[in-house]
């Protein structure tokens, strides 16, 4: 049984559709992340399955039982803002006690439990300090505290870690992982970091204005974007107006001008029906820059030129021209990178090319 | 010169004319004030200098002085009450509207573009024999003669209200903003109802604006000699009303200059405590 299940959610403000007509399930005990710019609907969404926002039509259920009318102090779900909104006049432990002192928790258990949340965050004997004397990553285990110890039935992150610095960043997004898998609870993650939705999600919606563009596993949603935007919100991407030669067996043809004919396979064209416009993408770094020279066996290769080059250490990103195409590369390297100006090969296997019909947009 | 001697020469420099103002208008005529109360005026209707006790033994020790005192605190203190409980949700409306914060705000401070002498003497045209409630209340039939609804202590404490309620929603209204607005939400997913949270979150949390609103309405309404003069009668008068009539009327400088010690001495005792508990930065936050 599905956790959360919303049904043709739509939500207005005014003239303006914040969300249209969105359908969605999340399973029980599952990690699922709405991935999408600021203003695409992803907050929105999940304002609404907390109980802040009231969707204009649809409806949403938690745990198989319909909410929409259930005010939100008792819908007993876990919440984690971006800028953690712990009460700055109680101490860690007062704040971490908040929801149990609404629940009908004996005291004498109180304090157990949150000690209990507290160890899980590692921020044990922390319980007497005032949030203002804790760091901010500190502050975030202690939000992440107070909404896990009233065992909710859903954890809903408003991007939790959006208001920390790099570094921590990392640690937090592995440790909060951890914690989801530890205790098991069904949580909904918004974020604008794609990163973090592929390190920390079992699927990932990719919301754009209000609408679902994708809903898969991180690895479907990486490999074939459903759409341009898609493409271009994870990751570089590449994408190229091409035509399609139809489709033949199990590949799909393409051709498109300084490029030799490409045969991709059918599973990743699986939008393209027959003949007609297309796109090709190719993902930044599938792309291979050598030197001119022959390549290996089955790749495509098409000559180019070094524009620019960003060196980022580990990689380099390098900015192509190919007859009329701009393209991006981001390679691994070693020692130094290609300099600008140079005349390259770029190297791309079928498997790693995807084609997407043009966008069509109601 | 090095740049720290500068650095530390430039705060002085950027106060001095405000400290000089300071100096000139408020500490060195106080000081002329405290000298004063010393003095003694004699029954030829001189001044005579000196340090004499007098004034100050009879400010101190006569009870119409401190019966008077122990009056204007209260009158002050109800007014602050009626202020905090009308204020505050004032404050709280205006804190939470989208949008129109500003026509709000601006409709708060308009009171002020019209003098406070106005403004309480508005009351007059309202209240009085001849005044709007009293001709809606006989046309209405409800009462066959004019009521006399002025010149009371109730009618004193309205007066104040009237003029020190933006004070303390401009105060709260302060506070309130300052409070992430995610907290109440926070508290509600936790299990709080609306009301919960709100005792709980949002009103410990403004009670620095509410006290800071507080101490000025109190300060404010127990300072003031114009409303009781305009809205109360004769046995309404309060604490600064006894220096006006020493100062004016009775040319009695040296008596009038203890009263006025005596009250600020009072006040001062309040901002001081309130100081100690809270803090001034909360009050400067409400002014700016």
Known sequence: MSAVTLTDIVKRFGTFTAVHRMSLEIPQGSFVTLLGPSGCGKTTTLRMIAGLLDPTEGDISIGGRRVNDLPIHRRNLGLVFQNYALFPHKTVADNVAFGLRYRDVPKSEIEGRVAKALELVQLPNLGARYPKELSGGQQQRVALARAIVIEPDVLLLDEPLSALDANLREDMRVELKNIQQRIGVTTVFVTHDQTEALAMSDRIIVMSEGRVEQMGAPEEVYNTPASEFVANFLGASNVLAAESTGVNGDEVGLTLPDFPTLAIPRDRAPRIAGAGPAKLVIRAEKLQVRPPGPVSNGAYSIDAKVEAVDYQGQSARYFLRAGQHQLQAINMIDERPLPAGADVSVSFRAKDCAALPPETRE | ?288
């Open chain 2, 1 to 288: 010169m090095t740049i720290e001697s500068r650095e530390r020469r430039q705060p002085w420099i950027l106060l001095s004319p405000a400290l000089t103002a300071v100096t000139l208008l408020l500490i060195v005529p106080l000081l002329f004030i405290v000298v004063y109360s010393f003095w003694l005026r004699s029954a030829a209707g001189a001044d005579t200098p000196g340090f004499h006790l007098d004034n100050w033994q009879n400010v101190l020790t006569d009870r119409f002085y401190r019966d008077i005192l122990l009056n204007t605190l209260k009158i002050a203190g109800i007014t602050t009450v009626f202020c905090a409980l009308l204020g505050y949700p004032a404050a709280y409306f205006i804190a939470r509207s989208r949008g129109n914060k500003l026509i709000l705000l601006v409709l708060l401070m308009l009171p002020f573009w019209i003098s406070y002498i106005i403004r309480t003497m508005s009351w007059i045209n309202i209240l009085g024999i001849s005044g709007a409630l009293n001709s809606a209340l006989l046309a209405l039939g409800i009462i066959s003669e004019p009521v006399q609804m002025l010149y009371n202590e109730a009618t004193v404490i309205l007066g104040l209200v009237h003029f020190l309620l933006p004070f303390m929603v401009l105060n709260v209204y302060v506070s309130l903003e300052g409070i992430d607005i995610n907290l109440e939400d926070a508290a509600n997913s936790l299990g709080a109802t609306r009301w919960q949270s709100f005792l709980q979150v949002t009103l410990p949390l403004s009670l620095p604006g509410l006290a800071a609103g507080g101490l000025l309405c109190f300060v404010l309404g127990a300072g003031t000699y114009i409303t009781p003069v305009i809205l109360g009668g004769p046995r309404d008068a309060m604490f600064a009303n006894l220096v006006f009539e020493a100062i004016i009327r009775q040319l009695n400088w040296p008596l009038g200059s203890a009263l006025s010690l005596a009250l600020l001495a009072v006040l001062g005792a309040l901002v001081l405590i309130y100081n100690r508990y809270l803090g001034m930065a909360q009050l400067a936050k409400g002014l700016g």
